[in-house]
């Protein structure tokens, strides 16, 4: 089953204009929620998780419980945060479950 | 920082063969996974580990196995590729209780001809 949708494969923003990649998730329980990121030539890494609740590289991410949601956003992009981003979800016993992905672009 | 190490990043294989792909973690995790990474596809999981000797199956274990004789040490098995199975194969490390950050191999493309 489904469990974390990305419906965006492909985004393309411009140097400087505001950003949002799309997460939705399926679960029944309480979610953890996180967002790896993958560079050109770089192993996949974490991003940032939503129960920090932090800003990493000017990205944030807000859970929305209503909306089954966890889009990644970041106000003005830059060319270095082109790469594939994955919107993950943990559930019992350590799994990971991945998105498609969303690879980004940002035109200089 | 923890070391995840794939040691192949590239690797040809004939339809038929056998595939064998280890992954090596230096930081002591009890937790170990193989995904497999497919365009418009995302990551998968195959199989994981909690500990020596466990394994557990992922989405896709179908054409899979995998051993952990070492605590360090996950390999994963293909007894026969094929060529569906050409793919980007990616090992992850956590610890535990509760393996909220996954630590992430190089990778090793696999192409089954």
């Known amino acids: 089953a489904q469990r974390v949708t990305q419906p965006e494969k492909l985004l393309s923003v411009f140097k400087g204009a505001p950003v949002e990649l799309k997460c939705n998730y399926s679960?029944?329980?309480?979610?953890?929620l996180f967002w790896y990121v993958q560079y050109s030539r770089q192993r996949l890494q974490l991003l940032l998780r939503?129960?920090s609740r932090e800003s990493i590289k000017g990205f944030t991410a807000d859970l929305n419980k209503g909306e089954t949601s966890f889009h990644l956003k970041k106000p003005f992009a830059q060319e270095e945060d082109s790469a594939m981003y994955y919107c993950a979800l943990l559930v019992p016993g350590n799994q990971f479950y991945f998105g498609t992905g969303t690879s980004l672009t940002v035109i200089p | 920082d923890v070391k995840v190490t794939q040691s192949l990043r590239y690797l040809v294989k004939r339809t038929g063969e056998k595939v064998f792909l280890e992954c090596v973690q230096d930081?002591?995790?009890?937790?170990m996974f193989w995904y497999r990474q497919d365009p418009g596809l995302g990551l998968r999981l195959i199989y994981f580990s909690y500990d020596v000797k466990m394994k557990e199956k992922g989405d896709i274990p179908e054409g899979y196995s995998v051993s952990r004789e070492k605590k360090e040490r996950f390999s994963l098995i293909l007894e026969s590729a094929s060529t569906n199975q050409t793919s980007m194969y990616l090992c992850?490390?956590?610890?535990?209780?509760?393996?909220?950050?996954?630590?992430f191999g190089s990778g090793t493309q696999l192409s089954v001809l």
């Open positions: 939503h129960i």
């Open positions: 992850a490390s956590s610890s535990q209780p509760r393996g909220l950050k996954l630590f």
């Open positions: 930081m002591d995790h009890e937790n």
């Open positions: 679960y029944s329980g309480s979610p953890e």
